[in-house]
C-alpha cells in the first residue's frame, strides 16, 4: 500500500513516528479496507485548522480532541468533545468549518477522506455505520443548539456530566479530560459560572469532587431532572 506523508498546519511539528493503522483501529467494524496513518498529538496541538482543505478523516485512538470556533472577539465556542473510538472532520464541503486541538496527549488515526467515500460507495454495510455516525453528530449539535440557548448554567453543567457518564458506560465515575475553561467554552458559561455551578451540585450532595478532573454522580435523578 502506498503511503503518503500527511500535510498539517498545525503551529508545532507532528511528532513521533507515523504507524500503518490497519481495521483493529475499528473505524468501520464490518469491514477490513480502511487503514490509516497513527499520529501522536501533544496537549493544546492543532490536528487542523478552519478553512484547511478537508483531505482527511480522523479518529480518536487514545486521549481526547475538542472542535471549535473562534469568534472575531476573541471569544471560542467549542462544539464537541471527541472521546477514544470517535470520528470526527467529516465536514461538508471541501474546508473544515472548525478547528481541532488534542485537549491532551492523544493519538489519532488519519485517514484519507478519497479512500473513506470510496469505501462507503460500495461498502452497505460500512455506508450505513457512517449514516449512523452522522445522524448521532446531528443529534448532538440540536441538543446542544438546545443548551446553549434555553438552559440555566446548572442544568448545562447536569447535562454535560450525564453526557460524559452516558459516553463512559454509564458509571457513575465521570473522568474528565478536559479543562473548566474548555466545559465552560462548550457550555457557553464563564470559568467563574462553572466553578460555582460545581459548587453548589457538591454542595447539594448530587456530586462528589475528587480532584478537578474527578467526578462522582451521586443524585442521578437530581441531575437527569435538571438536565432533562
Do not use: C
Request: aromatic share 8%; charged share 25%; no cysteine.
Amino acid at each position: 500500500m502506498l503511503i503518503q506523508t500527511i500535510r498539517t498546519n498545525s503551529s508545532r511539528p507532528l511528532f513521533g513516528e507515523p504507524q500503518l493503522g490497519a481495521f483493529e483501529t475499528g473505524l468501520f467494524a464490518s469491514t477490513a479496507e480502511l487503514s490509516g496513518l497513527s499520529f501522536n498529538y501533544s496537549r493544546d496541538e492543532e490536528i487542523y485548522g478552519e478553512g484547511e482543505h478537508t483531505e482527511f478523516v480522523y479518529k480518536v485512538a487514545s486521549g481526547a480532541v475538542r472542535t471549535y470556533k473562534l469568534m472575531r472577539d476573541g471569544r471560542r465556542q467549542i462544539g464537541e468533545f471527541h472521546l477514544s473510538g470517535d470520528l470526527f472532520g467529516l465536514d461538508l464541503g471541501d474546508r473544515h468549518h472548525l478547528t481541532a486541538e488534542a485537549v491532551m496527549d492523544s493519538t489519532v488515526i488519519v485517514f484519507k477522506r478519497r479512500q473513506v467515500e470510496a469505501l462507503v460507495a460500495h461498502n452497505h454495510a460500512a455506508a450505513r455505520e457512517l449514516w449512523l455516525m452522522t445522524a448521532n453528530h446531528l443529534k448532538h449539535a440540536e441538543d446542544h443548539m438546545l443548551l446553549l440557548g434555553r438552559k440555566t448554567a446548572l442544568e448545562r453543567l447536569a447535562a454535560f456530566l450525564l453526557e460524559m457518564d452516558a459516553r463512559g458506560g454509564e458509571t457513575g465515575l465521570v473522568e474528565l479530560p478536559m479543562l473548566r475553561r474548555d466545559i465552560a467554552d462548550y457550555l457557553g458559561l464563564t470559568l467563574e459560572t462553572v466553578s460555582r455551578s460545581f459548587s453548589e451540585l457538591q454542595s447539594e450532595g448530587v456530586v462528589e469532587l475528587d480532584g478537578a478532573r474527578h467526578v462522582i454522580l451521586r443524585k442521578r435523578a437530581v441531575l437527569e431532572a435538571m438536565g432533562a
